[in-house]
């Protein structure tokens, strides 16, 4: 049996892909793709505001003029003085870093420091102390704050034992508690 030079090889009629055209890889993910486009769009979406949530509450806050509900949290603002009664109470000192202007803290101002389970944790066990970035640039430079919100406990040295940044309330319970 010859077979022209230029013709195509046949598949056996046993291969997996027999009768059906061949595609590539990419090919079959493009169809996908583009036959699931706009359920990709909406979980990107989705995905985005998920991640950006914090800021866009922050804005909201502000433009919308919404005033932070009370917070138990009595906060110091004396770096010495709450490092000096950490070790005098045998607590850690709760470092907020924020600024009047940043969104996330703003966020944490209305949803975080004002629940009542942060309050309680805060003052079982932390000195709580709050850095203005923008009036003190010292303490942020000390500590290598490059973002906010940063929250830091320190040990009653001034020890970093952990860090973290914006967090919900419930997270935010978690982190006082050490898991």
């Known amino acids: ?13 046993h291969s997996p892909s027999a009768g059906r055209p061949a595609t590539s890889g990419l090919a ?12 990709i ?30 917070s138990a949290i009595e906060w110091r603002t004396d ?21 009047d202007w940043c969104p996330p803290c703003i966020a944490m101002k209305h ?3 004002p629940d009542p389970r942060v309050a309680r944790a805060i003052a079982e066990g932390y000195v709580p102390l709050l850095i203005d970035t923008d009036r003190n640039a010292v303490i942020p430079e000390r500590y290598g704050v ?12 001034g020890t ?6 914006f967090l919900s309330a419930s997270a935010m319970v978690g982190f ?4």
């Open 111 to 113: 949803d975080v420091w």
């Open 28 to 39: 079959r993910i493009r169809g996908w793709a583009g036959r699931h486009e706009r359920w």
């Open 160 to 165: 970093v034992l952990r860090d973290a940044s």
């Open 146 to 157: 490059t973002g906010i919100p940063t929250i830091l406990i320190l040990d009653g040295s």
């Open 176 to 179: 006082l508690s050490g898991s």
């Open 79 to 99: 770096f010495d003085a709450a490092l000096a009664e950490a070790r005098r109470d045998g607590k850690r000192v709760l470092v907020d870093f924020t600024a």
């Open 1 to 13: 049996m010859s077979r022209a030079p230029d013709a195509p090889l046949a598949e056996p009629a």
């Open 41 to 70: 769009w909406v979980v990107a979406f989705a995905l985005l505001l998920a991640w950006r949530w914090p800021l866009l509450k922050g804005y909201y806050y502000k433009f919308a003029d919404v005033a932070a509900p009370p």
